[in-house]
């Protein structure tokens, strides 16, 4: 068991912090600034924003000082290497991925003095897969969200000055005044004015909701407030959480009580979560607003499954895919502005779906937006790519089902704990019978007639017979029940 004794490093400055020894290392520095983009055209980027290694602690009391700051636990929560972890993101097709561990008292030195110097072991260690520093924040009056710190040569004390500063779980002895709702408003503005402001998205934000219409450390005007004060900052949430083999065994069996995503008390449905899956839910009232709230899917990896956790390896069966240059600052840009699309269970590759304006110039992909005249007919094509091969599941699924979802922008809800969007409607369903097939791509041609004002799109799809997502008993296998959804394209009036 790795101990870190938190308690002696409570002495050292904190503002400016120094760059510390580090085991046979010598003096660790700060990683390099990005200089420039890569060339070249964009492409889907698969990802993980949701990772978790051995510096997410367990704490337990000092016996020298049991009314000091506690002891941290290494290798308690999460199990493994930074770079285990991007060693597997890579065996299972990840472009990029994000580090994010817990939090807890005084936990801004792990992160600061241990975590960010096997950040940049892995990063040589493992160049295929870029690494983003981040963390699982500890939200003031929320529950954890992934937080993505840009990569520059200041990552490592822009994490420190955000997790010292805000991280609810951070101050020892606690202070309350870390959980009250403003501070976390206070959060978002600091972060907004950085020189490169980091991404928050909301992780799992149901998982503590006691009933489908009463939610727990999360709630639809907490989000609107976040999006509201930062709305380049806190742009989604986890459509489809982590922890999806929850119902396995070490051996491959099957668990009777295994719950995806450890959501007992509202359960996913197709394994995400309900402010994603219902149409016409929260998501889709966050849409019909005009936001720019967007979804991703992750592991949220601490332990495998086959060593007895509830975990997939990062890759192993969620990914998030941005349409990115192979660039740090391309995907952020990607996450930041939408262009999203997650799958389970590697049912599709490549999701790309293209609006245009019939008999004019102008089109729009996922996570953008197309102007057109008032009554003007869309011309929609989804191009989707299912991959003939086999996933880390040993099956080759199938896409048996494409949806077009959509409905009208109607401008900030009245009443800001709306979780519903009731114009939103399934607009059209594609089956085999009405795609064609080029090669491992299925093709859709859709022409929208006219319609009357502002709207957005988005597609989903799945590889079961359900006509919406049904609710996921315990025991099910994730493998049986495999979806993908893409981020909406907006569609505005022009005069």
Known sequence: ???????????????????????????????????????????????????????????????????????????????????????MARSFGLSWMVSTDHGGPNHSRVNHDLAYPALLESRKAVPEVLQFFGMELDPPNGDHASLIVPHSAGERSQLFEIEKGYSRREPWPADPAFDEPSHMLSA???????PLPPLVFANHPSRSAKALDAYGRYDPAELRDWNDTAPEVAVGMEGAPGHQASAFKPDGGIDPEGRRGGYKQVPTRGGFDPMTAITGGFWDAMLAEGRRWWITATSDSHFNWREGGNDFWPGEYSKTYVLARKDYAD???????????????????????????????????????????????????????????????????????IDLIGGP?????????????????????????????????????????????????????????????????AGENPWDDLWFYANPVFVSIRP
């Open 1 to 87: 068991m790795k101990l870190f004794k938190l308690a002696v490093l409570t002495a050292v400055a904190l503002s400016p912090v120094p760059a510390l020894a580090h085991g046979d290392h010598g003096q660790v520095l700060e990683a390099p600034a990005q200089r420039g983009k890569a060339k070249g055209a964009r492409q889907w980027l698969a990802g993980d924003h949701h990772i978790h290694s051995e510096f997410s602690v367990d704490y337990e009391k000092d016996p020298a000082n049991p009314d000091g700051p506690p002891i941290a636990l290494l290798g308690r929560d999460g199990r493994y290497s930074i770079r285990k972890n991007a060693e």
């Open 188 to 194: 978002l503005r600091a972060m907004k004015a950085q």
């Open 331 to 401: 995907i952020v840009d990607g996450l930041r502005h939408g262009r999203i699309f997650v799958t389970t269970g590697d049912l599709v590759s490549a999701v790309d779906v293209a609006v245009r304006p019939a008999g004019a110039k102008g089109r729009a992909g996922i996570g953008e937006e197309l102007a057109v005249r008032k009554g003007q007919p869309l011309l929609i094509e989804i191009r989707v790519r299912d991959p003939k091969r086999f996933n880390a599941g040993g099956r080759d699924p199938m896409v048996r089902r």
């Open 409 to 473: 922008v109607t401008g900030p809800a009245a009443n800001r704990t709306a979780d519903r969007a009731p114009q939103t409607s399934v607009i059209a369903r594609f089956t085999a019978a009405d795609w064609q097939v080029a090669g491992e791509d299925i093709v859709v041609r859709y022409r929208l007639p006219e319609f009357s004002g502002p709207m957005y799109l988005r597609v989903r799809g799945t590889n079961t017979d359900e006509l919406e997502p049904e609710i996921d008993p």
